[in-house]
Structure formats: C-alpha cells, structure tokens
T-cell receptor, first 114, second 113 residues
C-alpha cells in the first residue's frame, strides 16, 4: 500500500515555463515532506522541504506547497531550465520516535525542452 | 566537503553468492540509513543506525540481509545467498542527526544472475 503517491510518471515542459510536480499521501502522521532530484547513475539530491506547520516554502526557483486537508503537496519550478530534467521524488516522514526514515513516492520524470 | 560514498558502484553476483556493500557517510554524521530502490520504484527503507547502534531494521526483507556499523562511521550491508529479486540499487544516506536532512550516496547497483 503506497503511502506516498506520485501519479504522473512523467512531465514535459518548455524551457522558461512553470513545472508543477504533484504528490499525494495517505498517512496523516506524516509531518515533514521533502523533494529530491535524481539524475541517472547518481543518488537523490535534496532540493527543498516543508514542515506541516507551514503551507509554503520557497528557495530560489523552487517552491513547495502543502495542503494538509487534501493530503497533497506540489513542487513548482519557475522558470524551468533544461538542467532541471531529472526524476523528482517526493518523500515524507513522521517526526518523533527513534527513526526518521523517509517514505518515497515512485518519482516523476521531468523533461524540460529547450 | 566530501559527500557520502559507496562501493562498489556496480556488482554482478551469481545466485547464491554473498555480497558486501560499503557506505562511507559524511564525516561527523551520526545517523545512517540504507534504502533499496527497485527498477521504476522509489527508494524503500531497509535499516537505520544512530552511531553504532542499529535502532531499526524493520525494512530488511529477509534474514539474508544484515547490516553493521561497528565504529559508528563506515557501514556495510551484507546479503547472503543472493537471489534474483535482490537485484536493485542500494542507497546509503547520512544525516547530522536523525532530524536533519538525509544526504544520499550514488548507490550500488546489484545485479544477481
């Protein structure tokens, strides 16, 4: 049973336009969310995160929005650049306890066309 | 500074062989995680260390999987009697402590024939 779902396996956008990647989760205990970016043959690279006490976090071209009532988050990339082409993973965790393991979605392949 | 490193980067094993995968975390990072990523899937949690203590091994798929971090730094994931379903990328991540951001290594791609 997938607790973190990325329902779009792929997304294609034009350079300079906005990329919106979506993520849904089912576990209401999740209180911290992260986005990772992954190039082929490399490990995931941390992009941006958001705590459940916020609904928006921005870092340069990247903004993450969290809608707790809908159990939905999204990553906006503006403007999109060809170098942004990669697989993007949404991840979530439950804080507290003795383990802060991450639960990942299956990823969305973003292609930014020049 | 140096990131998380893993070795070997690629490993081909015959079914039934034992393999050992190594992870060198970022210096000073207390927490270390192992994940398994099957083709077309996201990483899935295997086990977690806080210093040398293995606090959670609930994600290990079978008793053929064993992990250790004897001195609280380098970690080794060992898979005994490998099976074809063990073929995956094995990712190691470390963080300053368990509440901080996890930084991933490049992974070891294991292929069991």
């Amino acid at each position: 049973d997938q607790q973190v779902k990325q329902n779009s396996p792929s997304l294609s956008v034009q350079e300079g336009r906005i990329s919106i990647l979506n993520c849904d989760y089912t576990n209401s205990m999740f209180d911290y969310f992260l986005w990772y970016k992954k190039y082929p043959a490399e490990g995931p690279t941390f992009l941006i995160s958001i705590s459940s006490i916020k609904d928006k976090n921005e870092d340069g071209r990247f903004t993450v929005f969290l809608n707790k009532s809908a159990k939905h988050l999204s990553l906006h990339i503006v403007p999109s650049q060809p170098g942004d082409s990669a697989v993007y993973f949404c991840a979530a965790r439950v804080s507290g306890g003795s383990n802060y393991k991450l639960t990942f979605g299956k990823g969305t392949l973003l292609t930014v066309n020049p | 500074g140096a990131g998380v490193s893993q070795s070997p980067r690629y490993k081909v094993a015959k079914r039934g062989q034992d393999v050992a995968l190594r992870c060198d975390p970022i210096s000073g990072h207390v927490s270390l995680f192992w994940y398994q990523q099957a083709l077309g899937q996201g990483p899935e949690f295997l086990t977690y260390f806080q210093n040398e203590a293995q606090l959670d091994k609930s994600g290990l798929p079978s008793d053929r999987f064993f992990a250790e971090r004897p001195e609280g730094s380098v970690s080794t994931l060992k898979i005994q009697r490998t099976q074809q379903e063990d073929s995956a990328v094995y990712l190691c991540a470390s963080s300053l402590d368990m509440t901080e951001t996890q930084y991933f290594g490049p992974g070891t791609r294991l292929l069991v024939l």
